[in-house]
C-alpha cells in the first residue's frame, strides 16, 4: 500500500504551494487585509458541520475500538474550540451571515461529502489527514505567533503537541488501513484553490 509520506512526495509541488502561499506568509506575520481575512474565514466556516460530519463518519467506519475513540474525541474538540473561534472572528470582521461558497469551497464541501457517503473508511481518513496535515505544516512553518488574538489563535489550533498528535495518528492509520490517492490529490489542489480565492 502506498504510504503517507510517499504521497506527500508525489504531490509535493501543490502541498508546497500551499503551504508558502502568500496568506501564510502573512497569516504569520499579522498582515492579511481584514476583507482578505474575513472572506477566508467566512469561507473556512463553511466547513465545520461537513468536517463534523466526516469525522462522525470515521467514527462509524473505523474498523477498530482503539481508532474509533480517537476520532470521536476530536470531533468534540472540533465541535467546542474551533466554532467558538469562528464565531469570535467573524463577529470581529463584521461579517454576520453565511458566506455563499466559492468554487473552492464548493469543491471541498462536494469532496468531503462524497468521502461521507461513501462510508469507506480509508477514503475518509485520506480527505482528514490531507485537511489536517497540511494546515499543521503551514502553521509550523509560520513562527512566533502575532499578539492579536485574531491570528494567535487560529494558527495555535493548527500547531502543538495535541494537534501534532491527532495529524501523527491520521498518518498511521491512513499507513495501516490504506489511502485514497485520487482524493488526496484532490484535496491538496483545492487547498491551494482555497488559499487564492481569499484574494478574490
Do not use: C, K, N
Not at 100 to 107: F, V
Not at 111 to 125: E, K, Q, V
Not at 149 to 170: D, K, N, Q, S, T
Amino acid at each position: 500500500m502506498i504510504t503517507s509520506a510517499e504521497l506527500r512526495h508525489r504531490h509535493a509541488e501543490v502541498w508546497d504551494a500551499a503551504v508558502g502561499h502568500r496568506f501564510v506568509d502573512e497569516l504569520g506575520a499579522g498582515t492579511v487585509d481584514d476583507a482578505v481575512l474575513a472572506r477566508y474565514l467566512a469561507q473556512d466556516a463553511l466547513f465545520l458541520d461537513a468536517f463534523v460530519a466526516l469525522l462522525g463518519a470515521a467514527v462509524a467506519a473505523a474498523d477498530r475500538p482503539g481508532p474509533r475513540m480517537v476520532v470521536a474525541r476530536q470531533l468534540g474538540l472540533v465541535a467546542g474550540d474551533e466554532d467558538d473561534y469562528f464565531a469570535r472572528a467573524l463577529a470581529r470582521l463584521g461579517v454576520d451571515a453565511p458566506a455563499e461558497p466559492l468554487a473552492p469551497t464548493s469543491g471541498f464541501l462536494a469532496l468531503m461529502d462524497g468521502s461521507r457517503r461513501s462510508a469507506d473508511y480509508a477514503t475518509a481518513m485520506t480527505v482528514l489527514l490531507v485537511a489536517e496535515w497540511l494546515y499543521l505544516d503551514w502553521a509550523q512553518r509560520v513562527g512566533d505567533e502575532p499578539a492579536d488574538w485574531l491570528y494567535a489563535e487560529w494558527i495555535a489550533l493548527h500547531r502543538g503537541p495535541a494537534f501534532a498528535a491527532w495529524v501523527a495518528f491520521l498518518r498511521a492509520e491512513v499507513d495501516r488501513v490504506g489511502a485514497d490517492e485520487q482524493a488526496f490529490a484532490r484535496a491538496v489542489e483545492l487547498e491551494l484553490a482555497f488559499f487564492d480565492a481569499a484574494y478574490g
